[in-house]
């Protein structure tokens, strides 16, 4: 028998995505993956996944799914949605803990009430088709996966585990991401298409996300920025979070599915450990940005692992019943913030 | 880390490219993610937690000096080309423009060996230059919201195949049989910079039949003898 995952409705845009395909960006592969990698990476160690465990990336609201197996293992992080089992025994699940659902069940994960995402990882992941080495969807160049495209209602999503293994719940009972605003940004590789002054106003403009967003990029209102040099350049490589201007002045910023390459100045660089901040923007969310430095990005990049550290350790261990477990808590107490070999939320897959 | 040659398009900044690319690939440094030549630089991706940026910086700087430029290191592809109307929407178009016939267009862009510059926008896209300046035209001012698959364009001094279906701004002047991109291959991309193309006029009734035995890719192989 099988054991999936029957989507009765499919959401605004639900793909499955990990860390990305990379490696192929000289082929114009573009890398995808999930916008907010550090929500994915929560939702996947809340059911103790690696974190290069593939998810579902749910964009502005979530499926209904059917269990069809004995039992699945879910955890959703990210952005906020009301969690619901409607059928047979109605009853509510929260965002940043995992849960357990039974053959028959009937969920559904409604609209992402305070941000642009939100993931759903299952214990053990998807049975998915490698392509090229991710399980990233890039719906674009139909491939990556679930069929390459978006879900549809009555698509079947297999699971690579029959049953739930038996073992208490996960919860961070913080249920906060880090990150913060002004986004952080590397000034180049144009900059030089632009006056000091333009680059000056770049980060003391408010600019807003505009309707204009999607996986590829998020185009920004305010203040247009001028060009020195004009708006066309010999096509060179993108990187992610990079701030190209087109013609309008209005910057772009490129998100997962952007292109490996482009014709547009880039006037600087969102830096990475800022990126899951920025792409969980809305629109009409206010955005602002600040000159920061290589040096401070990678920085930025080990405070973030830091924060996953200590995140691991704050994990709670709770029994089905949604107490928590007083052992579980005792240990974690006992070896003061180091996770111990012994703790199922760790447990590499 | 991006490695500048310069900022237009010529095939001496673009063998430059590709030589520091088969340099730092045969490196094999840790830590480098990804690596995108294109018209006039080497885009270096690095993961900062395995390799910091001035350490990474050394290397191409080093190789710099002595990089030599192959006269030719590519691969030569011939790729099986169909102007039918019915497959070329806007070569009539493009003749008038240009105020030639359309055999003229198709014995232009047909007669040309092109340069692989770089392979971007759309997975195994590749930039193919230089087109004769007779045929160059300006992108279209409205783009077109579907180009089929393996329809074969032109714009500016560049021609192209789109290797899947998509909107975009140049004029479809013909179709080839041929995959450029096949996900499931060893190698997805079919060309890649460097190699040197041509196009080789095919009827309609080639065309319908390659599509029919030809799933692409797979039998798709570079020509043994490169033409000089």
């Not at chain 1, 992941?125 to 209602?153: C, I, N, Q």
């Not at chain 2, 599509?211 to 490169?226: C, E, F, H």
């Given at each position: 028998?099988?054991?999936?995952?029957?989507?009765?409705?499919?959401?605004?845009?639900?793909?499955?995505?990990?860390?990305?395909?990379?490696?192929l960006q000289s082929m114009?592969v573009?890398v995808?993956?999930?916008?907010?990698?550090?929500?994915?990476?929560?939702?996947?160690?809340?059911?103790?996944?690696?974190?290069?465990?593939?998810?579902?990336?749910?964009?502005?609201?979530?499926?209904?799914?059917?269990?069809?197996?004995?039992?699945?293992?879910?955890?959703?992080?990210?952005?906020?949605?009301?969690?619901?089992?409607?059928?047979?025994?109605?009853?509510?699940?929260?965002?940043?803990?995992?849960?357990?659902?039974?053959?028959?069940?009937?969920?559904?994960?409604?609209?992402?009430?305070?941000?642009?995402?939100?993931?759903?990882?299952?214990?053990?992941?998807?049975?998915?088709?490698?392509?090229?080495?991710?399980?990233?969807?890039?719906?674009?160049?139909?491939?990556?996966?679930?069929?390459?495209?978006?879900?549809?209602?009555?698509?079947?999503?297999?699971?690579?585990?029959?049953?739930?293994?038996?073992?208490?719940?996960?919860?961070?009972?913080?249920?906060?991401?880090?990150?913060?605003?002004?986004?952080?940004?590397?000034?180049?590789?144009?900059?030089?298409?632009?006056?000091?002054?333009?680059?000056?106003?770049?980060?003391?403009?408010?600019?807003?996300?505009?309707?204009?967003?999607?996986?590829?990029?998020?185009?920004?209102?305010?203040?247009?920025?001028?060009?020195?040099?004009?708006?066309?350049?010999?096509?060179?490589g993108?990187?992610?979070?990079?701030?190209?201007?087109?013609?309008?002045?209005?910057?772009?910023?490129?998100?997962?599915?952007?292109?490996t390459?482009?014709?547009?100045?880039?006037?600087?660089?969102?830096?990475?450990?800022?990126?899951?901040?920025?792409?969980?923007?809305?629109?009409?969310?206010?955005?602002?940005?600040?000159?920061?430095?290589?040096?401070?990005?990678?920085?930025?990049?080990?405070?973030?692992?830091?924060?996953?550290?200590?995140?691991?350790?704050?994990?709670?261990?709770?029994?089905?019943?949604?107490?928590?477990?007083?052992?579980?808590?005792?240990?974690?107490?006992?070896?003061?913030?180091?996770?111990?070999?012994?703790?199922?939320?760790?447990?590499?897959? | 880390?991006?490695?500048?040659?310069?900022?237009?398009?010529?095939?001496?900044?673009?063998?430059?490219?590709?030589?520091?690319?088969?340099?730092?690939?045969?490196?094999?440094?840790?830590?480098?993610?990804d690596?995108v030549?294109?018209?006039?630089?080497?885009?270096?991706h690095?993961?900062?937690?395995?390799?910091?940026?001035?350490?990474?910086?050394?290397?191409?700087?080093?190789?710099?000096?002595?990089?030599?430029?192959?006269?030719?290191?590519?691969?030569?592809?011939?790729?099986?080309?169909?102007?039918?109307?019915?497959?070329?929407?806007?070569?009539?178009?493009?003749?008038?423009?240009?105020?030639?016939?359309?055999?003229?267009?198709?014995?232009?862009?047909?007669?040309?060996?092109?340069?692989?510059?770089?392979?971007?926008?759309?997975?195994?896209?590749?930039?193919?230059?230089?087109?004769?300046?007779?045929?160059?035209?300006?992108?279209?001012?409205?783009?077109?919201?579907?180009?089929?698959?393996?329809?074969?364009?032109?714009?500016?001094?560049?021609?192209?195949?789109?290797?899947?279906?998509?909107?975009?701004?140049?004029?479809?002047?013909?179709?080839?049989?041929?995959?450029?991109?096949?996900?499931?291959?060893?190698?997805?991309?079919?060309?890649?910079?460097?190699?040197?193309?041509?196009?080789?006029?095919?009827?309609?009734?080639?065309?319908?039949?390659?599509?029919?035995?030809?799933?692409?890719?797979?039998?798709?192989?570079?020509?043994?003898?490169?033409?000089?």
């Amino acid at each position: 028998m099988t054991s999936t995952l029957l989507v009765h409705k499919p959401g605004l845009h639900t793909t499955v995505q990990d860390l990305g395909r990379h490696g192929l960006q000289s082929m114009g592969v573009p890398v995808s993956g999930a916008l907010d990698s550090t929500a994915l990476r929560i939702a996947n160690h809340l059911v103790g996944n690696k974190p290069t465990t593939a998810a579902l990336e749910v964009l502005g609201s979530g499926p209904d799914l059917e269990v069809k197996t004995e039992s699945v293992r879910i955890a959703i992080a990210g952005g906020d949605a009301r969690i619901e089992r409607l059928s047979p025994n109605p009853g509510r699940f929260r965002t940043f803990e995992s849960f357990c659902l039974q053959r028959g069940d009937l969920v559904r994960i409604g609209a992402v009430t305070d941000m642009a995402m939100t993931y759903l990882a299952v214990e053990g992941g998807f049975d998915l088709p490698l392509a090229m080495g991710s399980f990233s969807t890039y719906t674009r160049g139909v491939f990556g996966g679930f069929k390459g495209r978006a879900l549809k209602t009555d698509d079947e999503l297999s699971l690579v585990l029959p049953a739930a293994p038996d073992r208490d719940e996960s919860l961070f009972a913080e249920r906060a991401l880090p990150g913060e605003l002004p986004i952080r940004i590397i000034p180049g590789p144009q900059d030089d298409y632009f006056s000091p002054a333009t680059l000056q106003a770049l980060v003391s403009n408010e600019y807003t996300v505009s309707t204009t967003v999607d996986r590829m990029g998020m185009r920004l209102q305010g203040p247009p920025l001028e060009h020195a040099r004009g708006f066309n350049i010999t096509s060179d490589g993108t990187a992610p979070g990079s701030i190209q201007v087109p013609g309008d002045g209005l910057p772009i910023v490129l998100l997962a599915d952007r292109q490996t390459t482009g014709g547009y100045p880039k006037i600087g660089c969102v830096i990475s450990a800022d990126l899951p901040t920025l792409a969980r923007l809305r629109p009409g969310n206010k955005i602002r940005f600040v000159l920061s430095t290589l040096e401070q990005a990678a920085e930025a990049r080990r405070d973030r692992d830091n924060w996953f550290a200590i995140f691991r350790t704050q994990i709670k261990r709770t029994d089905a019943s949604g107490i928590i477990d007083a052992t579980a808590l005792q240990t974690e107490n006992l070896v003061s913030g180091v996770v111990g070999p012994d703790d199922p939320t760790d447990s590499a897959r | 880390m991006v490695v500048e040659f310069g900022e237009e398009i010529d095939l001496d900044t673009s063998r430059k490219v590709t030589a520091l690319h088969a340099r730092v690939t045969a490196l094999k440094l840790s830590g480098i993610t990804d690596l995108v030549p294109t018209f006039r630089s080497l885009a270096i991706h690095y993961d900062p937690e395995t390799v910091n940026f001035t350490k990474l910086e050394n290397k191409p700087r080093s190789i710099l000096p002595d990089l030599s430029v192959d006269k030719f290191s590519g691969r030569d592809w011939s790729i099986p080309a169909c102007y039918d109307l019915d497959l070329s929407p806007d070569l009539e178009a493009v003749a008038d423009t240009c105020s030639l016939s359309t055999e003229q267009v198709i014995c232009l862009h047909s007669s040309g060996t092109y340069h692989v510059y770089m392979v971007g926008f759309l997975p195994g896209y590749p930039y193919l230059g230089d087109l004769a300046p007779e045929i160059a035209l300006s992108r279209k001012v409205t783009p077109s919201l579907r180009i089929p698959a393996r329809s074969i364009a032109i714009a500016e001094r560049m021609t192209a195949v789109y290797p899947l279906e998509s909107p975009g701004g140049w004029h479809v002047i013909g179709r080839t049989p041929m995959k450029l991109f096949d996900e499931t291959a060893t190698r997805p991309a079919l060309l890649a910079p460097g190699d040197r193309v041509r196009f080789t006029p095919i009827a309609r009734s080639e065309y319908d039949h390659l599509l029919q035995i030809d799933d692409g890719i797979n039998s798709a192989q570079p020509q043994s003898n490169p033409a000089t």
